[in-house]
């Protein structure tokens, strides 16, 4: 009799992108990406962060002021989709933590990933985020949050 309280592919796949989140080095907010062939394979990942070759040290990771991190930090969506080393994501899944911005929203409709699996969309209603439901729309990306019972997933590291 096969075990009964495995997680689902879209569980999985979520945890993946939080735990892709565990590497953002950003202070404030943490977010990860995982995008997913139609077959369940994962193809990407990817997490909030400078480029590479900018170093952490020596850009800011401020929110607010004259020298902030905004103008900087590529998100986990682009990242994942850059990433990717150009295998082909037409078709393919993006579970992420925090709803896409619009700028990552063009990427994504641009890459040919067909849905959007989310955890949180604290952003919803703003002029950005708008804008980014207004493409995805158009261009027939479908999204959704994550539906799950599951509240939390524990990775232990002893044997």
């Known amino acids: 009799m096969k075990r009964e309280n495995y997680i689902s592919w879209d569980e999985y796949f979520m945890g993946i992108a939080l735990l892709a989140a565990q590497r953002s080095k950003d202070p404030g907010t943490q977010v990860g990406a995982c995008i997913v062939s139609p077959e369940n394979i994962i193809i990407s990942t990817g997490y909030n962060g400078f480029p590479n070759g900018c170093s952490d040290d020596e850009f800011p990771w401020a ?27 037409r078709g393919a899944r993006l579970y992420v933590a925090l709803f896409p911005c619009n700028e990552c929203a063009k990427a994504i409709i641009q890459s040919g990933i067909r849905e959007i699996i989310y955890l949180s969309d604290k952003y919803d209603g703003t002029p950005a ?18 539906q799950t019972d599951v ?9």
């Open 63 to 89: 929110r607010e002021g004259e020298d902030t991190k905004y103008p900087y930090v590529v998100h986990a969506e682009l990242n994942a989709i850059l990433n990717a080393g150009g295998r082909v994501l």
């Open 129 to 146: 985020n708008r804008a980014s439901k207004r493409m995805l729309d158009a261009a027939g990306v479908v999204y959704h949050p994550l």
């Open 151 to 159: 509240t939390s997933l524990t990775l232990d590291f002893r044997p």
